[in-house]
């Protein structure tokens, strides 16, 4: 099974300051066709998870364009541009390139 | 707009069985797969499996055998059972609409989740 590893595992944040998670891959995810096989949820504490960012780089409807998704093959980030109250939770990145399809650790973000 | 409704919460005896549904509405049923995912307390979500158009499934290895998924096109419901139940499948379940629009496992829509509670 593919392993994936974010960093850091928590991300205290001054509002309107950026913030940036790091996740890496034990392979990489990126297909022949040169999409990167990788998403990132937000999981917010008694709410569904919410898709941000899918093949990573790609915004998801309705997400605010302070999130963005950059990397290629293993190494992958997700930037805030600058942080928001409503952005604390748990951050995870997700491969989608083969099954079974795993989850990063987390990276839970709060509000300084 | 695009909503899946589950089922409500469940208490199980260890080794008893658990069936969660998913119902959508919103966008045409047929045309989509649906996902499996589960997250147990204090950990991070699992992805169990998932069921396409057709009624084929592809399940977790480590779910095969005691999970199976199945779909009634006619009122839009997804099903998952986890037989076998043991104190670890405690979690919250949820399903998710894949979408048709990328590549690889999208999900855009998920259901409220299905708390199962798995206890003698």
């Known amino acids: 099974d593919i392993v994936m590893t974010q960093s850091p595992l928590s991300l205290p944040v001054t509002p309107g300051e950026p913030a940036s998670i790091s996740c890496r891959s034990s392979q990489s995810l990126l297909y022949s066709n040169g999409y990167n096989y990788l998403d990132w949820y937000l999981l917010k504490p008694g709410q569904s998870p919410q898709l941000l960012i899918y093949l990573g780089s790609n915004r998801a409807s309705g997400v605010p364009d302070r999130f963005s998704g950059s990397g290629s093959g293993t190494d992958f980030t997700l930037k805030i541009g600058r942080v928001e109250a409503e952005d604390v939770g748990v951050y995870y990145c997700l491969q989608t390139l083969q099954t079974p399809y795993i989850f990063g650790q987390g990276t839970k973000l709060e509000i300084k | 707009q695009v909503q899946l409704v589950q089922s409500g919460a469940e208490v199980k005896k260890p080794g008893a069985s658990v069936t969660v549904s998913c119902k959508s509405s919103g966008y045409t049923f047929n045309e989509y797969y649906i996902h499996w995912l589960r997250q147990a307390p204090g950990q991070g979500p699992e992805w169990m499996g998932w069921?396409?158009?057709?009624?084929?499934?592809k399940y977790a290895q480590k779910f095969q055998g005691r999970v199976t998924m199945t779909r009634d096109t006619s009122i839009s419901t997804a099903y998952m059972e986890v037989s076998r139940l043991r104190s670890d499948d405690t979690a919250l379940y949820y399903c998710?609409?894949?979408?048709?629009?990328?590549?690889?496992?999208?999900?855009?829509?998920w259901g409220q989740g299905t708390l199962v509670t798995v206890s003698s």
């Open positions: 069921i396409n158009p057709s009624g084929g499934t």
């Open positions: 998710a609409r894949d979408s048709v629009s990328a590549p690889g496992a999208v999900f855009d829509f």
